[in-house]
């Protein structure tokens, strides 16, 4: 159609950041943005702002989109744009600024390792699965969402782990 496009492959066998659950992703992001968050959810984001600074013309290549962005987030307009995006929807900017404002579940566990070794993958269909019994989203359409509810991984595919461990962090309002 004569239209300049990008295509971006991602790794689906494991979530792109650490976080899943609508509290917990949106504080990831807030990480993220402020500088505070290294690695695979930088990086795809850095990925996906470079193709869009190339493609629209404000970056004459990755290497001075990437340098533009960090620079940004660097800088704290990162945070300050996401700021002005919440509050022009009627949002709280005060989560942006102290995210231990977001409410916090009263049941949260820690899944152990139950051995040394590393991790050798992830089912993110099952991690998915477990986000919504915690309560991160919806089995049927009039089922309540809560939004504290998630999961944290703390730990990643090929990293290493010892016996005890924490793997991840669930978090729900929900003892069963």
Known sequence: ????????????????????????????????????????????????????LVSAGFAKDDDEARAELMETIRSGKALQKLAELVEAQGGDVDYINDTSLFKKDKCVRDILSPCDGYIFSADTGKIGEAAVILGAGREKKDDKIDMAAGIVLRKKTGERVNKGDALATLYTSCEA
């Not at 509290?23 to 990086?43: C, F, M, N, R, W």
Request: hydrophobic share 40%.
């Open 1 to 52: 159609a004569g239209r300049k496009t990008s295509a971006v492959i991602t790794d689906m066998d494991q979530p792109l950041g650490c976080a899943v659950g609508n509290a917990v992703e949106v504080k990831e992001a807030i990480s993220v943005l402020s500088g505070e968050t290294q690695g695979d959810l930088l990086e795809l984001c850095l990925t996906l702002g470079s193709c869009m």
